[in-house]
């Protein structure tokens, strides 16, 4: 057995609750059958995401502690600015309250009415804002990512012959940027490869396109990178990072995920990019010198961000993901292969086959789970789009029910609960029926929505 290490001992812990199934029922219910909107008491296993509740470090919370608060010119924030100068190598930075802020300033700033970002692919709120500024968004995933099951190391690369593609058809003048999403969420936590970023940057320079990273993921990525990019084994995770920021202009992340805190941030060298976006955070997030972020977030943030340098500390969400990855496919059950970072991802198109796109298969899959087990996980498929203007719904490329991990949070007995009552879902599958919404909202509607059976 590929039993995954724990780097660190538990010294602060939270009890937890497993609920009668009655009350779960009921609870179920009362969120519109939508895993957002249930409360913890309710939930055994949060496996809802892994943003905002990653365990800390004891480094982290001495650091809370002499946080030096003001409103302007605050020590704290000089000290993050350095220690995200210092590991990206870029040294104008802009703080943010999340990881969307970052986003919204962002597409105000370089999205034009008619412009096309191209990406990797999607997240959900990266595509929102982009739309809501009045451009498109262009997904040039490589096939392999779209393949739940596969044999290809980086199933986040882009497709580089049709980047080139792409940007000469459109003209390099209505390209707003070129996105990479490091850990690409919405396809199972997929990373990209240094070869494929260096080859989008050598596109992005003969059209002089700028090149944005979405770091938010970076973390699990870096240790995809330094294990299977064979050109960077002898590379620390360190190298590996600043190699990734010398490639593009501008780097913003969650620090969320990225640095086990709350907050995020907007990165670069280019003074006049810099000075663009800068007007709009005294607007939007706070003054320059918290970005809405406490001084708290942002002492556990810089020590967040070097330990994130630390392998034996981002290894840890992929080697759980991989334990529950593999034993769930002992058990037969449909998961997206490689396991990749954030969380391990159940593939419902094939678990409940029965249950046709439009009546939600992964959202009636993350109901059930939770019924059986407390254990709450995110839909991942055509919830999580979006009617366009007439109404239409796109299907989701995949149907996922997405088990995060958060990191350093869960015990290897906790993970082998889940299995197993995952396993026994599966046994029953037959059990489950589709979901149907009867409140839809129109923006990012997963968050919200309310539904039913059907
Ligand atoms: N980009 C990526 C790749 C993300 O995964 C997220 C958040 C964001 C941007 C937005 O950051 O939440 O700080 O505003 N992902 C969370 C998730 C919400 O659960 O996957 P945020």
Redesign the pocket.
């Known amino acids: 057995e590929n039993i995954p290490l724990e780097m660190h001992k538990v010294r602060i812990v939270q009890k937890l609750n497993i609920m009668p199934i009655e009350r779960r029922l009921e609870a179920l219910k009362e969120a519109g059958f939508n895993n957002f909107l249930l409360k913890n008491r309710d939930v055994f296993m949060d496996m ?5 509740v990653n365990a800390m470090s004891d480094k982290q919370m001495a650091a809370m502690m002499e946080a030096d608060d003001s409103y302007a010119g605050s020590e704290t924030f000089t000290k993050l600015e350095t220690k995200v100068g210092e590991i990206f190598g870029k040294t104008l930075y802009l703080p943010a309250h ?6 919204n300033i962002i597409a105000q700033t370089f999205v034009n009415p008619g412009s096309t970002a191209i990406m990797n692919y999607h ?4 595509r929102s804002h982009i739309v809501r500024n009045g451009g498109t968004v262009e997904e040039l995933l490589n096939e392999e990512g779209y393949q739940v099951n596969s044999e290809c190391l980086f199933k986040g690369n882009m497709d580089i012959p049709k980047l080139r593609a792409l940007i000469s058809e459109k003209g390099a003048e209505n390209i707003s940027f070129v996105r990479f ?5 919405l396809i199972g936590g997929q990373p990209f490869s240094l070869a494929n970023l260096m080859e989008a940057r050598k596109v992005c320079d003969e059209f002089g396109v700028m090149l944005i990273l ?1 770091a ?2 970076l973390a699990d990525n870096l240790y995809f990178i330094k294990v299977r990019e064979e050109q960077c084994q002898d590379m620390s995770i360190r190298e590996i990072t600043r190699a990734i920021a010398n490639q593009v202009d501008i780097i913003y ?5 990225l640095g086990c805190a709350r907050g ?1 941030g907007i990165c670069t060298n280019n003074e006049e990019h810099f000075v663009k976006m800068r007007e709009l955070v005294p607007l939007y997030e706070g003054f320059l010198t918290y970005g809405g972020m406490s001084v708290r977030e942002m002492e556990a943030m810089a020590v967040g961000l070097e330990e994130t340098m630390d392998e034996d500390m981002i290894n840890q969400g992929p080697q759980f993901i991989a334990y529950m990855t593999e034993e769930l496919q002992k058990k037969g059950v449909p998961v997206v292969t490689p396991a990749g970072g ?1 969380g391990c991802h159940l593939n419902a198109m094939e678990f409940v086959k029965h249950i046709p796109q439009q009546d939600y298969p992964a959202g009636a899959l993350a109901a059930a789970l939770y019924l059986v087990s407390g254990v709450r996980g ?1 839909e991942r498929g055509t919830m999580s789009e979006e009617r366009d203007d007439n109404g239409v719904e796109p299907f989701a490329d995949m149907e996922l029910l ?1 088990l ?1 991990m958060p990191r350093r949070v869960f015990t290897l007995s906790q993970v082998k609960y889940a299995v197993d009552r995952i396993a026994w879902l599966y046994e029953n599958r037959n059990l489950i029926g589709g979901l149907k919404f009867v409140e839809e909202p129109k923006i990012l509607r997963f968050f919200l929505g309310r539904l039913d059976t059907n």
Do not use: H, I, P, V
């Open positions: 809802l995401t892994d943003s905002g999340q990881g969307r802020a970052c986003e997240f959900t709120t990266t999403e490091a850990g690409t969420n979405d938010s993921l992340f969650s620090a969320r995920k995020g954030l995110m997405r995060a």
